[in-house]
């Protein structure tokens, strides 16, 4: 088996290294370039074969082996025995004179490919040419029976044949026929347009029966001296908005120029006394806006859903019934905490002019309108006595509420209640969504549903401490967005340290992930692979900019409307654009691991991969500042804190406190960058995740998942040679640096200085030994460092560069 797998990865690398060298612009031109001779020496050999073809028809006659490897054998040919012998091949064997069409082709492919001239599609071209090939022969071997090199041996082979079959009116009828059928295709002919083009050719004609002009426009000096007018000469008893009219028609199915004023002539026989109108015409349209219109026109527009167009999106049913959300009041407990949060106040000499309650799922909120006088600051500082009197935990003091003139103060509820996924997603809020990405997060303390598009955020980074919802918080985010996406939208990266997370998503693989090309799992576990699918993605965003910059869209939306109203054409490169959206369940394991490999790509796709549909959501339990960074919170502005451990780890992840005042299991505090919302968070249980991706795994599927590009780290592209300057690490000489300021040699000191990965540190150390900067291993000492200083280490790189 094992042997078998590596059979198949060679295999796929091969294929791999071909896609490669096709997609080189370089390979391209020298491809394009080698087209373009055999063009030329395949027309100048079967011009020759014509001029020459009885003199040599002796020779030609030999086998086409055998005549190229015997020296003794001389031809007529300028382009000698190979011209004569392709020829001959090609000519008196096969096509004939329709063997000319193949140089032909192969030239505007090689233009097409090389020089990136405007023709005619290849592959359109090829299914004419094909054509051409078959029928063209058989013609001239019908018309002209007695000249052989004209038609070829296959051209008399196919009308002799349809001859005895169908005898000599009935091949007449079937290559006219076949040809009518083949340039209907060929040019697309419909009805309108052959009656368009058949009432342009039919001439107009005036009461007496003679024939009119054509309308003409031509320029008319008058006799006063005046510049020259355009002028259009109508006829007369012609209404001339009806020939104008009948011009705009015309004008509509040719491509006709014509000037921008057009000076329409009252139809009078005294031409002096006449009155002149000018009116401007809309400019027309382009040729190549009435191609597109037309192939809208014809095919409608693309859909991208067309390859699973039976794929049915996850049913409701799906989702467990927890029965109805709705809230039910307790009367007296209200009553009990008012009169508590009053008498607290009370004591503090803090008069209340008005109190109201809003009850949520969790929390009810209490809307205080302090007294004239009373400073907020006091109210805020009795916080842990209001929470002492109530004897409740997760009491959070809101001071003030933006845009209301109270205070509130945030009171669990003594029996909380769930929210069930079914029941947002059954709701009207979120089935009436035009959002690209909704996500519906749970419930606020009004008892509204809170949806967010997710490519409005654009990314999304999760903090909380384990056990407080924070992994049913990413199945939420996920399960609503597979209940509004088809697969053709949207393609999910998975990221899961933990192994046991995301795990069910594995049989949604062909329809909503994305994985490199040479990975077995589409749920990325390895930290070498997960830093290889982030650069991976990084090349993908790199593609797509260039992909919007050629099509002159500034974002991913109208990108993708553009295609699908084909505006833009695959030949070229274009193709429908999925959003992908990167999950990364625990980003705390992968800094440690793998530091600046996994942040620098993370932090290039936070500030630039929103505009092409690149979004991230990062969860980690332990929101510390050497975790969440500086340079990944500023391209985080969306925020969801579930409870926290400590008010550092609240400010660290919102900027504010409150998140280490929650209560835990779902209650959440979400942020997009203006201000706090607390939500109690949908629940969707791991056997309800099951029966979506059950329900999804069992539909048709695409072949397989969908590919990002290819990328390999710097180990993997083979034994690297120590000695070589070439195939050092990029941060060779930073690291040369710090070991000789340091005069300590060791991975660890390149992992704190450089935030590198184990691995990575590993390697460098390798080099700087080969380099002969430190010395070899030495157990559980550090290696000793050979170069005394920065100069000296200058002069050593220095050295190293001129003898190259």
Same mark, same amino acid.
């Given at each position: 088996m094992a042997k078998k797998k590596s059979k198949e990865k060679n295999?796929?690398?091969?294929?791999?290294?071909?896609?490669?060298?096709?997609?080189?612009?370089t390979n391209h031109s020298i491809f394009g370039i080698f087209l373009i001779f055999l063009a030329i020496f395949f027309a100048g050999a079967f011009v020759s074969y014509f001029l020459s073809w009885e003199k040599d028809q002796s020779q030609l006659n030999q086998d086409f082996f055998s005549l190229l490897a015997n020296p003794d054998y001389t031809v007529s040919n300028v382009l000698g025995k190979l011209g004569a012998a392709l020829g001959h091949q090609f000519i008196y064997r096969w096509f004939g004179i329709a063997a000319f069409l193949i140089p032909w082709f192969l030239l505007i492919s090689g233009l097409?490919?090389?020089? *990136?001239?405007?023709?005619? !599609?290849?592959r359109r071209s090829l299914g004419g040419i094909v054509f051409l090939l078959i029928w063209a022969p058989a013609t001239v071997a019908f018309i002209l029976p007695a000249a052989s090199v004209y038609a070829g041996a296959t051209g008399f082979f196919t009308e002799k044949w349809m001859s005895s079959l169908a005898g000599s009116f009935?091949?007449?009828?079937?290559?006219?026929?076949?040809?009518?059928?083949?340039?209907?295709? *060929?040019?697309?002919?419909? !009805?309108?347009?052959?009656?368009?083009?058949?009432?342009?050719?039919?001439?107009?004609?005036?009461?007496?029966?003679a024939v009119a002009e054509e309308i003409k426009t031509e320029e008319k000096v008058p006799e006063t001296g005046e510049k020259p007018l355009l002028e259009v000469d109508f006829e007369k008893d012609t209404d001339p908005e009806e020939v104008e009219k009948e011009e705009e028609s015309?004008?509509?199915?040719?491509?006709?120029? +014509?000037e921008p004023l057009i000076i329409d002539k009252t139809a009078t026989e005294d031409h002096d006394n006449s009155e002149l109108e000018i009116e401007a015409l809309k400019e027309e349209e382009s040729l190549s806006e009435k191609e597109l219109s037309k192939k809208v026109k014809d095919f409608g527009e693309y859909d991208p859903k067309l390859d699973l167009s039976r794929f049915k999106l996850p049913t #409701?049913?799906?989702?467990?019934?927890?029965?109805?959300?709705?809230?039910?009041?307790?009367?007296?407990?209200?009553?009990?905490?008012?009169?508590? #949060?009053?008498?607290?106040?009370?004591?503090?000499n803090i008069e209340i002019a008005?109190?109201?309650?809003?009850?949520?799922?969790?929390?009810?909120?209490?809307?205080?309108?302090?007294?004239?006088?009373?400073? #907020?600051?006091?109210?805020?500082?009795?916080?842990?006595?209001?929470?002492?009197?109530l004897s409740a935990l997760g009491i959070r003091i809101i001071a003030p509420i933006p845009g209301k003139g109270t205070i509130g103060i945030e009171v669990p509820n003594t029996n909380p209640q769930m929210v069930p996924m079914r029941n947002l997603l059954s709701g009207e809020k979120f089935q009436k969504s035009d959002m690209e990405l909704p996500i519906a997060f749970g419930k606020t303390i009004s008892n509204e549903t809170l949806m967010a598009d997710l490519t409005k955020m654009p990314h999304l980074l999760m903090a909380g401490a384990t056990g407080q919802g924070k992994s049913v918080g990413l199945n939420v985010i996920l399960t609503s967005i597979l209940y509004k996406k088809h697969p053709a939208q949207v393609k999910f990266v998975l990221v899961d340290p933990k192994k046991v997370e995301l795990t069910?998503?594995?049989?949604?693989? *062909? +329809?909503?992930?994305?994985?490199?090309?040479?990975?077995?799992?589409?749920?990325?576990t390895d930290t070498k692979k997960v830093i290889n699918t982030l650069n991976s993605l990084c090349i993908e965003m790199d593609d797509r900019y260039e992909l919007l910059k050629n099509a002159m869209c500034r974002n991913i939306k109208e990108y993708n409307a553009k295609f699908v109203k084909r505006k833009l054409n695959p030949e070229e490169g274009h193709r429908y654009l999925p959003y992908i959206v990167l999950v990364i369940d625990e980003f705390a394991d992968l800094i440690m691991t793998a530091g600046k490999e996994v942040e620098t790509p993370i932090a *290039?796709?936070?500030?630039?991969?929103?505009?092409?549909?690149? +979004?991230? #959501?990062?969860?980690?339990?332990? !929101?510390s500042v050497n975790v969440t960074t500086g340079i990944i919170k500023a391209n985080f502005p969306a925020r969801a804190a579930f409870r926290v451990t400590s008010k550092i780890d609240s400010r660290t992840i919102l900027d504010a406190g409150g998140a280490e005042q929650l209560i835990g299991k779902g209650d959440m505090l979400f942020s997009s960058g203006q201000d706090l919302i607390r939500i109690q968070c949908a629940f969707v249980d791991t056997p309800e995740v099951e029966e979506i991706t059950d329900y999804i795994g069992n539909q048709q599927a695409y072949p397989e998942a969908y590919k990002l590009p290819e990328y390999k780290g710097e180990d993997e592209s083979g034994s690297l040679d120590l000695t070589d300057p070439s195939e050092r690490d990029t941060l060779f000489e930073e690291a040369a640096k710090v070991v000789v300021i340091h005069q300590q040699g060791s991975a660890s000191l390149l992992q704190r200085k450089l935030k590198l990965g184990y691995n990575r540190a590993g390697r460098i150390i390798d080099q700087l030994e080969a380099a002969g900067i430190i010395g070899p291993f030495e157990g559980s000492k550090a290696r000793q460092v050979l170069i005394p200083d920065e100069m000296a280490l200058e002069q050593l790189l220095k050295n190293e560069k001129e003898n190259l």
């Open positions: 295999k796929l690398s091969g294929l791999q290294k071909i896609k490669r060298f096709l997609s080189n612009k097409r490919i090389a020089l *990136r001239v405007n023709l005619a !599609p290849i009935g091949t007449i009828v079937i290559l006219s026929f076949s040809m009518l059928i083949f340039l209907a295709a *060929r040019f697309k002919w419909t !009805p309108e347009s052959l009656s368009t083009f058949f009432k342009r050719l039919k001439p107009a004609k005036n009461k007496t029966g015309e004008l509509e199915t040719a491509a006709v120029e +014509h #409701i049913d799906l989702l467990k019934d927890y029965g109805s959300s709705n809230i039910t009041i307790n009367q007296e407990e209200l009553e009990e905490n008012k009169n508590k #949060i009053v008498d607290t106040l009370n004591n503090y008005k109190i109201k309650a809003t009850i949520g799922p969790t929390v009810t909120l209490y809307e205080i309108v302090p007294a004239a006088g009373v400073r #907020i600051s006091k109210i805020k500082n009795l916080e842990d006595d209001i929470a002492l009197s069910l998503f594995n049989k949604i693989e *062909r +329809h909503y992930l994305a994985k490199l090309p040479d990975s077995e799992e589409a749920i990325i *290039r796709l936070a500030q630039l991969a929103r505009a092409i549909g690149i +979004h991230l #959501i990062i969860a980690t339990q332990r !929101p």
